[in-house]
């Protein structure tokens, strides 16, 4: 997806810490699953008006003994900052728009200088110069900024 098609189908877009998650059984669709919920605090709004602390929901997790991994999902992890593009389902729960697409992890280069990272389980996907992957991958958060509000071309 581009930047432009992940912020059309984003109700926010964020600079959000996750301060703590929990994972459940639930049923989406007609099957059992495992989901992970984390609680995010907002640092700043980029796009829209996300509340100060947001619940999203992600698919897979461990519950007990048991895990489920989804590739192509967001991994979001706890005490580590991330620029994220979310929405609201159907169910009315907020989820990171387009999946690992929209989910870039904030991690200190061995400069110490902050750069946007892919979300650990994006899936291979096809080379396309503006894939908001390519666009976002390795930019400081405002260099990020400015890509999203268009200010960058």
């Given at each position: 997806?581009?930047?432009?098609?992940?912020?059309?189908?984003?109700?926010?877009?964020?600079?959000?810490?996750?301060?703590?998650?929990y994972s459940e059984w639930a049923t989406i669709g007609e099957q059992r699953r495992i989901v992970t919920y984390t609680r995010v605090l907002l640092r700043e709004a980029?796009?829209?008006t996300p509340e100060s602390e947001v619940m999203v929901q992600t698919l897979g997790g461990r519950v007990g003994k048991i895990g489920q991994l989804v590739h192509g999902?967001?991994?979001?992890?706890?005490?580590?900052?991330?620029?994220?593009?979310?929405?609201?389902?159907?169910?009315?729960?907020?989820?990171?728009?387009?999946?690992?697409?929209?989910?870039?992890?904030?991690i200190s280069d061995a400069q110490g200088i902050a750069?946007?990272?892919?979300?650990?389980?994006l899936a291979a996907l096809l080379p396309?110069?503006?894939a908001a992957v390519e666009r976002?991958?390795?930019?400081?958060?405002?260099?990020?900024r400015d890509i999203v509000l268009g200010l960058t071309p």
């Open positions: 997806m581009s930047v432009k098609d992940l912020t059309d189908n984003s109700r926010a877009v964020l600079l959000g810490e996750p301060v703590e998650a980029v796009l829209g999902e967001a991994a979001l992890r706890v005490n580590e900052p991330s620029l994220l593009f979310i929405q609201d389902s159907s169910a009315g729960v907020t989820r990171v728009t387009a999946m690992a697409q929209g989910h870039y992890r904030l750069r946007l990272k892919l979300s650990p389980r396309s110069k503006t976002l991958k390795d930019k400081t958060f405002s260099q990020a």
